[in-house]
C-alpha cells in the first residue's frame, strides 16, 4: 500500500531568513550600502539558484558586483549566516520522524543548501530533497514537482505538501498534493492539518 509522505518547503517552514545582517557585513567590506546589497546581486542571485552558475562563478561574480574587500570563505560565511531554525516546525516533525517519510523541496542554492543541512538539526528528519539549482527549475514551475514526484515515486494524493508561498500551493493544488499555506504565526494551524490528514 502506498505510504503517506510529508514533502517541505524550507524558507520561512524550517527555517526563517533575514538577509539584513548580510547586507550589512557586506557593506562594511564594499563602497556600497546595505540597501544596494541585492542590487547589485540581481543579475546573479536568480541564474545562480536556477542552476545555471555554480558556487564559485557566483561568490567570483558577487565579490565583483559588490567590489567586496575580503576573501571567497569570507563573503561565504556571510551569505550563508542568515537563517534561523523555527523551533515549532522543529517539535511538529519530531512527532512523526521515522514514522513516514520526509523530502524538501526548495528553490535555493548549493551554498544555502549545504549549509542547512550540516548546521541544522530540523533537517535530520528528512531523507533527502529536490533543490531548484540542481533540478535547473524553481517553484512554481510544474516541472520541479513532476521531478519531485519521479524522484521519491510520490502519490501526491498520499503527499502533504507544506509551503509559505500562495503560488507554490497554486501548482501543487492543481497536480493533486494534500497542501498546506504555512504561517510562522499560526503554527497550530498546521499541527491541526497534519493531525487531521493522518486521521487522529
Ligand atoms: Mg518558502
Redesign the pocket.
Known amino acids: 500500500m502506498p505510504q503517506p509522505v510529508i514533502l517541505s518547503?524550507?524558507?520561512?517552514?524550517l527555517v526563517t531568513f533575514d538577509f539584513t545582517t548580510a547586507a550589512q557585513r557586506c557593506a562594511e567590506k564594499s563602497p556600497f550600502k546595505a540597501e544596494q546589497f541585492f542590487h547589485r546581486l540581481d543579475g546573479i542571485k536568480m541564474p545562480y539558484e536556477n542552476g545555471d552558475m555554480n558556487d564559485e562563478t557566483f561568490v567570483r561574480e558577487a565579490i565583483e558586483a559588490l567590489e567586496f574587500q575580503g576573501s571567497a570563505a569570507e563573503f561565504e560565511q556571510i551569505w550563508c549566516d542568515i537563517f534561523t531554525e523555527n523551533p515549532a516546525m522543529e517539535r511538529t516533525l519530531a512527532q512523526w520522524s521515522g514514522k513516514l517519510p520526509m523530502h524538501l523541496l526548495?528553490?535555493t542554492n548549493g551554498l544555502h543548501k549545504d549549509y542547512l543541512l550540516s548546521n541544522f538539526g530540523i533537517f535530520n528528519h528528512f531523507d533527502d530533497g529536490v533543490y531548484s539549482y540542481s533540478a535547473k527549475c524553481s517553484k512554481p514551475e510544474v516541472e520541479i514537482f513532476i521531478q519531485t514526484i519521479e524522484k521519491f515515486s510520490l502519490n501526491p494524493a498520499l503527499t502533504f505538501y507544506i509551503?509559505?508561498?500562495p503560488a507554490?500551493i497554486v501548482t501543487a493544488d492543481r497536480l493533486g498534493f494534500q497542501t498546506h499555506l504555512y504561517d510562522f504565526k499560526n503554527h497550530e494551524a498546521l499541527e491541526m492539518a497534519l493531525k487531521r490528514w493522518m486521521g487522529l
Not at 518547503?9 to 517552514?13: A, F, T, W
Open positions: 518547503d524550507i524558507g520561512n517552514v526548495s528553490n509551503d509559505d508561498l507554490n
